[in-house]
């Protein structure tokens, strides 16, 4: 399917009392993220990753990350995110065989003289994954999507504004300081499913959200990318906005909570949310 939303697009969203915006993938690119900590990381490290390119660290990186157990990974997210990056970065190395690599190896040796693995959790991976875990906070706000943070100034004042977003505290709250989400999230009004207790698209995470707005569930908006997720609110009455950003427009006729609108930037979030406010 291509990229047009006309298809599944609502006229201007009326009577909108309160906008609730997920984070990963709504408010910034993750990928793009990672990208520029590629980037950043091959620059730090040239001996070890400069002999790749960086689509090619991406590839690995990405490889090892989709291919984990999906059950795994959340729970290691959740119980340990410094052991989870670790992990990650473990993977990504081991993919691009630097352990064989003797150039890498005689790096290692010289610099790092305790350090013997390069796919290892608690070898090269921490000191990369602490460099990595620096430089975060300018990464995410680099990636944050066109358009977001006008839009998000804009409606402030006009509307409700908060976020809900799964995941541990130590891993969103971050994210939100880096996105500078005082600027128009009330803290009253953000939802970290690990500081709330339940994950999306746990009907009680959406409903304290609209009585922490003051307002009914039919006077929220929902914006997210996660159709599993964050479209699941509309069954409460939330108006939704599937999120695409830059990826394909997924075929939603046959959801069981198919959006109210798609929109693939933040110039169509805003004729949405804007045009009759």
Request: aromatic share 12%; charged share 30%.
């Amino acid at each position: 399917m291509g990229r047009e939303p006309s298809r599944v697009r609502v006229r201007p969203f009326e009577g909108v009392g309160a906008v609730f915006f997920d984070v990963d993938d709504t408010l910034y690119d993750f990928e793009r993220s990672m990208w520029l900590a590629f980037e950043h990381l091959q620059g730090v490290f040239p001996d070890v990753l400069g002999h790749h390119a960086i689509e090619r660290l991406s590839r690995s990186y990405w490889s090892y990350y989709r291919g984990y157990p999906e059950e795994a990974k959340v729970e290691l997210i959740n119980t340990d995110p410094d052991l989870f990056r670790r992990t990650m970065w473990a993977g990504a190395l081991a993919g691009l065989g630097l352990d064989e690599d003797a150039r890498a190896r005689a790096w290692l040796r010289a610099q790092h003289p305790t350090v013997t693995s390069f796919g290892d959790p608690g070898g090269f991976a921490r000191i990369i994954t602490e460099e990595f875990q620096k430089h975060r906070p300018r990464h995410w706000r680099e990636a944050m999507y066109p358009g977001a943070r006008d839009l998000l100034l804009d409606l402030k004042g006009r509307v409700t504004l908060g976020a809900i977003t799964n995941g541990p505290a130590a891993v969103q709250r971050p994210k939100l300081e880096a996105l500078g989400y005082r600027d128009y999230f009330p803290e009253e009004l953000v939802f970290v499913s690990g500081e709330f207790g339940v994950r999306k698209p746990d009907r009680r995470i959406f409903l304290a959200a609209a009585k922490a707005a003051g307002v009914p569930p039919e006077a929220c908006v929902m914006v997210g990318d996660a159709r599993e997720f964050d479209m699941p609110s509309k069954a409460l009455g939330f108006r939704t906005i599937l999120f695409c950003g830059p990826r394909e427009v997924p075929d939603v006729e046959k959801d069981e909570w198919p959006p109210d609108a798609v929109a693939t930037s933040y110039d169509e979030v805003r004729q949405l949310l804007l045009k009759d406010l």
